[in-house]
């Protein structure tokens, strides 16, 4: 059963597995909370219609997953869970399969901005997500770097969540649409609204 601040965003991905997309939206949390050696990370999670995503990216260094069997490679194995925070601090997105085996780490998103409007200040890593998710079947989540996690879709930011609340009004929200935001367990989660609620 879906975290009831969660399930709003999963409710917007209808082709994606929502179990595996939640537990990378907790993972990204972890991220944004922990950071790494001292400092905030940033990354991104491709998330199902992996085939594809892998076609529209490729390896910034060798894959340090390349070759390990997908029993090890489960984003629900506290192994793996760890490991993915070693590698988040290296350059590049995770590629996550439907069933949720992380098939590959540190790749480069080839990014086209052609039909993408972000807001301005978001960098490199949030086009990529737009990107990838505007010409694949995938959901993208991103942790950057100023600890606040998004989730693309076709495109676009359908939520931001924010682990910190006391950053909550430090930030614009980025949304196109209505939102709404509601706070529970030290998460703030914004979510798009289709504007009768």
């Known amino acids: ?4 601040l969660l399930k709003k965003v999963l409710d917007q991905t209808d082709y994606v597995n929502k179990t595996t997309l939640e ?14 050696e001292g400092r905030k990370v940033g990354t991104l999670f491709v ?19 390349f070759g390990h069997p997908d029993d090890r490679k489960r984003i629900d ?5 760890e490991t993915i925070k070693e590698l988040a601090l290296l350059d590049g ?6 069933e949720g085996v992380c098939l590959s780490a540190c790749r480069y998103i080839d990014a086209s901005v052609e039909d ?12 990529a997500a737009a990107s990838i998710t505007k010409r694949t079947r995938s959901v993208a989540v991103v942790v950057s770097e100023s600890a ?3 989730v693309f879709s076709h495109g676009d930011i359908i939520s931001r969540i924010i682990p910190e609340i006391w950053l ?25 609204t289709d504007g009768s609620a």
């Not at 537990?23 to 790494?36: C, V």
């Not at 993408?116 to 086009?127: D, F, N, Q, Y």
């Not at 909550?168 to 030290?186: F, I, N, P, T, V």
């Open 116 to 127: 993408i409007e972000l807001p301005l200040g978001l960098g490199s890593r949030h086009v």
């Open 93 to 98: 997105a995770f590629v996550v399969s439907d």
């Open 47 to 65: 998330i199902s219609d992996s085939e594809n995503a892998l076609k529209h990216s490729k390896p910034l260094i060798l894959d340090p997953l």
């Open 168 to 192: 909550l009004s430090r930030h614009d929200r980025h949304m196109k649409r209505a939102y709404r935001e509601e706070a529970d367990e030290g998460i703030t989660a914004e979510s798009e």
């Open 148 to 150: 606040i996690v998004r």
């Open 1 to 4: 059963m879906a975290h009831r």
């Open 77 to 81: 194995d506290p192994n793996m869970r």
């Open 23 to 36: 537990k990378i939206i907790w993972l990204a949390i972890e991220i944004a909370r922990e950071g790494g």
